[in-house]
């Protein structure tokens, strides 16, 4: 079982920068499919970016395409989601997330019910 913790939320002017930060422990990243969602009030929480347990292979909503990238370090046993060019509407609740299953170690999952764990949320909050 592993527990996440995210970190790096805030609040950011319209075209700044943030880099969320996802601290993993009792197993190793590795072990699972990670993923960023958020969430807003009253709506369902949505994918944002996800990466395979390989580490090689991600996928993004179209929306935060060329603007958001995940990462992870095996090392830190962490998962990162680095924000650029951030707009108002990027404004929610991010979760980190990880999945496991017996599914191939280049597999992305993009679905949120796929995910066993997840973390507390940290709020971001972009102003224009």
């Known amino acids: 079982q592993v527990q996440l913790v995210e970190s790096g939320g805030g609040l950011v002017q319209a075209g700044g920068s943030l880099r969320l930060s996802c601290a993993a422990s009792?197993?190793?990243?590795?072990?699972?499919?990670m993923g960023w969602f958020r969430q807003t009030p009253g709506k369902e929480r949505v994918f944002v970016a996800v990466i395979s347990r390989s580490g090689g292979n991600t996928h993004y909503a179209d929306s935060v395409k060329g603007r958001f990238t995940i990462s992870s370090d095996s090392a830190k046993n962490t998962l990162y989601l680095q924000m650029n060019s951030l707009k108002p509407e990027d404004s929610a609740i991010y979760y980190c997330?990880?999945?496991?299953?017996?599914?191939?170690?280049?597999?992305?999952?993009?679905?949120?019910?796929?995910?066993?764990?997840w973390g507390q949320g940290t709020q971001v909050t972009v102003s224009s």
């Open positions: 009792g197993r190793a990243i590795s072990s699972y499919a």
């Open positions: 997330a990880a999945a496991y299953g017996d599914w191939n170690r280049d597999i992305v999952i993009v679905m949120a019910h796929e995910y066993n764990y």
